[in-house]
């Protein structure tokens, strides 16, 4: 799932469209797709909650709308895993906590792998089970316990920082 939410404006596809994409690896060179394709995409659209939106163009739907299309156009090719850059980027506070309580039961219910790339400590170490943190000394893997520490995180980002808690959600601040 890419961090952009834009596709090429003047190509009106619809959010139907998109989801569609994903299945194209399923369908082989040359051949379009079916109405099972066309369910099959309904139906993640469904789980995803943007079947209403099928019918709509892509390029009117929000930030969060864009992400969950672009989450459903993933999901249609019935994938293992995930791999998403920045799904929140750009959400406000309703829509980012939104996408993400859809990525937790994506993999609860699916059994998916998620792999994300995000700035956004706030909202990834509330939902994470494992962190990898980049930084000068190389990568560094752990549980969220271990790796979302203020002195770790001041040694990675080289400013002060505080960790604590918020009616049970942790908070970097």
Do not use: W
């Amino acid at each position: 799932v890419p961090q952009a939410q834009t596709l090429n404006e003047h190509f009106p596809l619809s959010a139907l469209d998109v989801v569609l994409m994903g299945r194209y690896r399923l369908l082989g060179v040359g051949r379009r797709p079916s109405r099972k394709d066309r369910a099959a995409c309904l139906e993640v659209m469904e789980q995803v909650g943007v079947q209403d939106l099928a019918g709509r163009p892509f390029r009117d739907l929000s930030g969060g709308q864009k992400q969950r299309v672009l989450v459903a156009r993933a999901l249609a090719s019935g994938p293992a895993a995930l791999v998403l850059d920045e799904p929140t980027s750009g959400m406000d506070v309703a829509a980012e906590q939104a996408t993400m309580e859809l990525l937790d039961r994506l993999h609860d219910q699916r059994g998916l792998l998620l792999l994300m790339v995000s700035h956004t400590l706030n909202v990834v170490v509330n939902h994470a089970q494992q962190v990898a943190i980049m930084g000068e000394s190389g990568l560094t893997l752990g549980s969220v316990d271990e790796m979302v520490k203020a002195e770790r995180l001041q040694e990675v980002y080289g400013t002060s920082l505080t960790v604590g808690s918020v009616n049970g959600k942790r908070v970097v601040l």
